[in-house]
């Protein structure tokens, strides 16, 4: 079975729509403080702007791991 793992991390806009922005296989030792400073600065810096939107508050951020098995199909 082959895991992988995403960071999420979650911004409102301006008009309070929920949107996440997500990194391919963090690294393992990242920390609460260094997640919290990087979702700050995008926020700061107003470095996205989904759909035209300003991002306007941190809601969440989350390790998530998936694991996916490949089965040979022989059809």
Same mark, same amino acid.
């Given at each position: 079975?082959?895991?992988?793992?995403? !960071? !999420?991390?979650?911004?409102?806009? +301006?008009? /309070?729509?929920?949107v996440s922005i997500s990194v391919d296989e963090p690294r393992e030792n990242l920390t609460e403080q260094e997640i919290k400073t990087a979702m700050t600065t995008i926020l700061?810096?107003?470095?996205?702007?989904? /759909? /035209?939107?300003?991002?306007?508050? !941190? +809601?969440?951020?989350k390790v998530v791991e998936t694991g996916t098995t490949e089965y040979d199909l022989v059809l």
């Open positions: 079975m082959e895991i992988t793992k995403k !960071l !999420l991390m979650s911004f409102k806009t +301006v008009s /309070g729509k929920k700061s810096k107003n470095i996205f702007k989904p /759909g /035209g939107e300003d991002l306007a508050s !941190l +809601v969440e951020a």
